[in-house]
């Protein structure tokens, strides 16, 4: 078959090229490189089952292809960049969507939409299914992203109920793994950008919020499944072991074998203080639910970096 994907050179939309290449499918990869980067992608080149265009999907798509999947991943994903960027993200989340679902609509294709879990905000919920309509501020400094994200499911169920587009809507939660921009602020890339740079490790608040972190082929993996199924509604896509961000931070020392100092800043505007995935739906409808423990993946995300920094540190003149 042949998919359509937007967002193909992000962390997530790379690792989605990847796997429906090696299940022997035909890709068009979309994106910009706001925030995606053609150091993911790099390895396509000269695939002949890959072709990539930059574009921006919030203007007009002109691809005469026709496509079997259409995947709609572009988005401004972590804080430093839709904060910087708030116009873009809603774009994102609002034309950028529809313009894919039309794609999808015009070809009598799979649509699947990548949503998240800041979807349910400052949950009064714990852990959160796909059932709680959370606990969002429409007009915090999170709200381009949220309300962008919520925006993306209301139009893409709109598209499935009016017009009869095939369609599912992943809700993601934290996911992590190679390819990720260490510079994105997200708690993840910054820990490890801290601690392979020796530095002290950035706390916010006290530690005690929780987040549940999902290795990047658990996701995708995930999300092969939900585009295949004839789920409509929102599924959760995470894993559920739930740890403090402190917990997490003592997680990263052991992986890098040394015990860096921790430090505390004031907690971001509208931080979530609980997040853990609810992932029954997703266990009951897709028989799908993480395999990679977070020490293995963390292992494997800090090794992929460190091999980044070896090919690019200068090297020393011979004696």
């Not at 991943?73 to 969507?97: N, V």
């Not at 934290?174 to 490890?192: E, H, I, K, Q, W």
């Amino acid at each position: 078959m042949r998919h359509l994907i937007s967002g193909a050179a992000g962390f997530i939309g790379s690792h989605l090229c990847d796997y429906l290449l090696h299940a022997g499918h035909d890709v068009i990869g979309l994106d910009n490189f706001v925030t995606g980067s053609a150091e993911n992608i790099a390895h396509l080149a000269g695939n002949p089952r890959f072709y990539f265009e930059e574009c921006d999907v919030t203007l007009p798509i002109s691809i005469a292809a026709r496509f079997d999947g259409v995947w709609h991943l572009a988005s401004l994903a972590s804080p430093k960049y839709y904060l910087a960027k708030p116009l873009e993200t809603l774009e994102s989340g609002s034309t950028g969507t529809r313009n894919m679902l039309e794609i999808a609509k015009r070809d009598g294709a799979r649509f699947l939409v990548t949503s998240t879990s800041e979807c349910y905000g400052d949950p009064l919920e714990h852990p959160q299914s796909e059932t709680y309509w959370g606990n969002v501020n429409p007009v915090g400094l999170r709200s381009c992203y949220d309300e962008s994200k919520r925006y993306a499911e209301a139009i893409t169920m709109a598209y499935h109920r009016t017009h009869g587009v095939r369609t599912n809507i992943a809700r993601i939660f934290n996911t992590y793994g190679p390819r990720m921009a260490l510079d994105d602020g997200r708690v993840v890339p910054a820990f490890l950008d801290q601690a392979l740079k020796g530095k002290p490790l950035t706390v916010f608040g006290d530690g005690s919020q929780t987040r549940s972190f999902c290795y990047v082929s658990d996701l995708v993996e995930g999300l092969a499944r939900l585009a295949g199924s004839d789920e409509r509604l929102p599924v959760n896509l995470g894993n559920p072991i739930e740890l403090t961000i402190l917990e997490f931070a003592a997680r990263i020392q052991k992986v890098m074998g040394s015990d860096l100092p921790i430090i505390e800043e004031p907690l971001p505007s509208d931080d979530p203080k609980k997040r853990r995935p609810d992932i029954s739906k997703a266990k009951r409808v897709l028989g799908w639910e993480p395999k990679v423990a977070l020490d293995d993946g963390l292992r494997e995300t800090v090794a992929y970096f460190k091999s980044l920094t070896a090919a690019t540190a200068p090297r020393k003149s011979p004696a």
